[in-house]
């Protein structure tokens, strides 16, 4: 079966501070990648997605990801992150063939102003 | 579009009574996923549908729960008798096959 870890659980960061969360997957056959994020109170939203192409991968509110193939990884940056960016990021992956997202256990991300 | 339409937004119950949950997935939307976010156990499907027939119902937790999915435009997820324990959020989401999901806003039950 599928699993997806996200290895930080909590990150504390500055405005302006440069943040990249880490997601590795362990599955061997093609996937499709998520990144949803979390805001306090809310819903998972869709950050950005990756079926196929180009491997970098540019999100909403300045969010990209980049998929490596070879070491099963599809980590989320952000050049300067913004108090308003306070909130938990969970990496998910769909196998290419089905329809049932599996989740990271999600890392929370505050922003100190 | 109005998105996913879960209701209602809290619920708050004792311990023992009977509890629904309602979801409307996205018009078009053939997949619908129930998922329950705990702060111990994080984000877990429950249950989910293809076109409104049950496909996998290995994440719930107990008889207890039942989920049903009478047609396109409506879920719902009941709890009979509610416990303490299942106090969560409740999630349904939707998707098509060559989507990514679709959130909605979810239920905050609290079981006293």
């Known amino acids: 079966a599928q699993s997806v870890s996200q290895h930080n659980h909590h990150v504390i960061l500055s405005e302006a501070a440069s943040l990249e969360l880490g997601c590795n997957y362990s599955?061997?056959?093609?996937?499709?990648l998520f990144w949803y994020v979390q805001y306090p109170g809310q819903h998972l939203q869709l950050l950005l997605k990756?079926?196929?192409?180009?491997?970098l991968v540019k999100g909403i509110k300045g969010f990209e990801a980049e998929f490596i193939k070879s070491k099963f990884s599809f980590n989320l940056r952000k050049p300067s992150v913004q108090w308003s960016d306070t909130a938990e990021y969970f990496c998910?992956?769909?196998?290419?063939?089905?329809?049932?997202?599996?989740f990271g256990g999600g890392t929370r991300v505050l922003v100190k102003p | 579009d109005a998105g996913v339409i879960q209701s209602p937004r809290h619920e708050v119950t004792e311990m023992g009574q009977e509890v629904t949950l309602r979801c409307k997935p996205i018009?078009?939307?053939?997949?619908l996923f129930w998922y329950r976010q705990t702060m111990m156990r994080g984000l877990e499907l429950l249950i989910y549908?293809?076109?409104?027939?049950?496909?996998?119902d290995s994440g719930m937790p107990e008889d207890r729960f039942s989920a049903k999915m009478p047609n396109a435009s409506f879920s719902t997820l009941k709890i009979q008798p509610s416990e303490p324990r299942d106090s969560a959020v409740y999630f349904c989401?939707?998707?098509?096959?060559?989507?990514?999901?679709?959130f909605g806003s979810g239920t905050r039950l609290t079981v006293v």
């Open positions: 989401a939707s998707s098509s096959r060559v989507g990514g999901y679709t």
């Open positions: 599955y061997g056959g093609t996937v499709n």
């Open positions: 990756y079926f196929s192409g180009d491997p």
């Open positions: 998910a992956i769909l196998k290419a063939a089905g329809n049932k997202l599996t």
């Open positions: 018009s078009g939307h053939d997949y």
């Open positions: 549908f293809n076109n409104n027939v049950p496909i996998d």
